[in-house]
């Protein structure tokens, strides 16, 4: 039974940082990454990590944020700096399996950035 498990979210004034966490188990993943949801919006890619190789980041977050991942633990991390109030959303974690390329979320962690 796959489980994503995603933590680190809060309130943060601008200019600030926040770090997610999403543990995931039950399977071997390939692609993880982070999606957002703010209110009234459709949700959007924020950052995308494959097992191996280069992340992808969405244009409005190129700069501030940094995905990485750690394979043994199954854990995607989003480091979030700089942040702006336009960064408000529900942060989901996403990955998906390596064997018939399903794909899970997590639960959703809320930012918010606001002074």
């Known amino acids: 039974q796959v489980q994503l498990v995603e933590s680190g979210g809060g309130l943060v004034q601008p200019g600030g940082s926040l770090r997610l966490s999403c543990a995931a188990s039950?399977?071997?993943?390939?692609?993880m990454g982070w999606y957002r949801q703010a209110p009234g919006k459709e949700r959007e890619l924020v950052a995308r990590i494959p097992r191996v190789g280069a992340a992808n980041y969405a244009d409005s977050v190129k700069g501030r944020f940094t995905i990485s991942r750690d394979n043994d633990k199954k854990t995607v991390y989003l480091q979030m700096n700089n942040l702006k109030p336009e960064d408000t959303a529900i942060y989901y974690c996403?990955?998906?399996?390596?064997?018939?390329?399903?794909?899970?979320w997590g639960k959703g962690t809320l930012v918010t950035v606001s002074s």
């Open positions: 996403n990955a998906r399996t390596l064997i018939y390329t399903m794909d899970y």
């Open positions: 039950g399977s071997i993943f390939g692609h």
